[in-house]
């Protein structure tokens, strides 16, 4: 028996093994989601009744908050944020590492998004609901939630290794997190979104992010040969 199971450690391989086993957990629910959605039923009959209720409940200073939301989670904005996330991080690690990894999510999130609006061809909420301008692409999943759980996931787990106090770790990853909630919330605020193509795009950006999480830490962190190439 060796050291790490002595000590009750996991391996690097259960490691994996466990957080892809639950990966595949998450994708096989956003698949379950998609049929429910299909087939009118399950969580998907709670779509028209959420939607109908933030309409029924808006203030202009909600959809000003809103609006803020829903803007710095679009494609340009998160573009902007990730850039400024891949210099910091890079200039605070002297490596390229932070830059690879925040590029590579992004990169993926954004085509996991085309992908699966174009094979699943949903309909928007109808456009007497939405608050202008609508947008004209398919609507599951949501490509600004998916995306913003993806990047700032990543961007959280860097800075949770790298922020050396643990208040500090907790303030970031809430700060995040608080934003990821709130383009969500955004989406099916402004009749943008079903509630379940929020939903899926939280649960698939999370996955994918999980997914280069593992990556970067039994690739870079657990290579030191890898890491030191990739150093500035």
Known sequence: ??????????????TITFV???????????????????????????????????????????????????????????????LIAIALLSWKTRSYWPGLLIALTAAGSVTLTVVLKNATHRARPAIKQAVA???????????HTLNSAAIFGVIG???????????????SICVLGAFVLGVGWSRVYLGHH??????????????????MMILHHFVVLKNRRFARWVRI
């Not at 004209?136 to 949501?142: G, V």
């Open 1 to 14: 028996m060796n050291a790490s199971r002595r000590r009750g450690n996991l391996t690097p391989g259960s």
């Open 20 to 82: 892809l086993a639950a990966v595949l957990g998450v994708f096989a629910l956003a698949r379950r989601m998609w049929i429910s959605v299909r087939m009118d039923s399950g969580l998907a009959s709670w779509d028209a009744p959420t939607l109908d209720w933030m309409v029924a409940h808006r203030s202009p200073a909600a959809t000003n908050i809103a609006w803020l939301f829903s803007t710095l989670g679009d494609t340009l904005w998160m573009s902007i944020i990730a």
């Open 133 to 143: 301008p609508e947008p004209t692409s398919y609507a599951f999943p949501s490509g």
């Open 157 to 171: 787990y860097l800075l949770f290794i790298l922020l050396r106090h643990q208040a500090s770790r907790i303030i």
């Open 194 to 211: 079903w509630l379940t193509d929020v939903l899926a795009g939280l649960l698939i950006g999370c996955a994918w992010a999980a997914i």
